[in-house]
């Protein structure tokens, strides 16, 4: 059962990100011109620093039951107008896919970016607890320095590993997971990876008070 969900959640994730999904509306999608500029009023990016090693035999306390019928996902996809997500720096590039009692996601990505690291975000909330990923080998024994002692790393389990980085939090409604896919000509690091997705997921968190 674990293998199919995060099997499941892995090509949910590359369906999202590789454009598959279905475009949505021009309205919605693509709200904002060039000429438009938006106070990223939520978020300031610190510097990026280098990831530090953690513990193997880390501890991690779920902050969900994943067991609880009755509990619902928070959606980071649907929960924001386009000039809300303008406003730190998003915009919103896929329809939202949703199973009520199991994932929501979507894909994001930057209005602008200046470093010659891009490429898609995949948002999702979903039910799999860390203790899943750490069985089959895919946290990442590293974090940042500073942050928030609930947010973990991890990879998706495919073979372009180096192009991808997970940054996830364990919340009251879900584990709220960003998927960062580098499409550009740069060859970034694991940890300009994990920072990016890391800076999505906290701009997220930020502008929706997701606790």
């Not at 904002?32 to 280098?50: A, D, G, L, Q, V």
């Not at 996830?168 to 060859?187: E, N, V």
Request: net charge negative; glycine share 4%; aromatic share 10%.
């Amino acid at each position: 059962m674990r293998i199919r969900i995060l099997t499941a959640l892995a090509t949910c994730c590359a369906v999202t990100l590789s454009g598959c999904t279905p475009p949505q509306d021009t309205q919605s999608a693509h709200s904002t011109t060039t000429e438009e500029t938006y106070p990223f009023e939520t978020w300031e990016s610190p510097p990026k620093p280098s990831m530090i090693p953690l513990l193997p035999d880390r501890e991690y306390v779920e902050a969900f039951d994943k067991d609880d019928p009755n509990n619902t996902l928070y959606d980071l996809c649907d929960t924001f107008t386009p000039e809300e997500l303008a406003e730190i720096g998003l915009e919103k590039t896929s329809m939202t896919r949703k199973n009520s009692s199991s994932f929501i996601d979507c894909s994001m990505s930057e209005v602008h970016t200046t470093d010659g690291i891009h490429g898609p975000f995949n948002v999702s909330t979903h039910f799999v607890p860390y203790s899943w990923l750490r069985e089959d080998g895919l946290v990442i024994d590293a974090t940042f320095p500073g942050i928030d002692e609930r947010i973990y790393f991890s990879n998706l389990p495919r073979e372009d590993e180096n192009k991808h980085c997970d940054a996830a939090i364990s919340t009251k409604h879900g584990r709220i997971t960003i998927t960062f896919s580098h499409t550009g000509k740069a060859t970034p690091t694991k940890d300009e990876l994990c920072w990016k997705a890391y800076e999505i997921l906290e701009k997220l968190r930020t502008k929706g008070n997701f606790t």
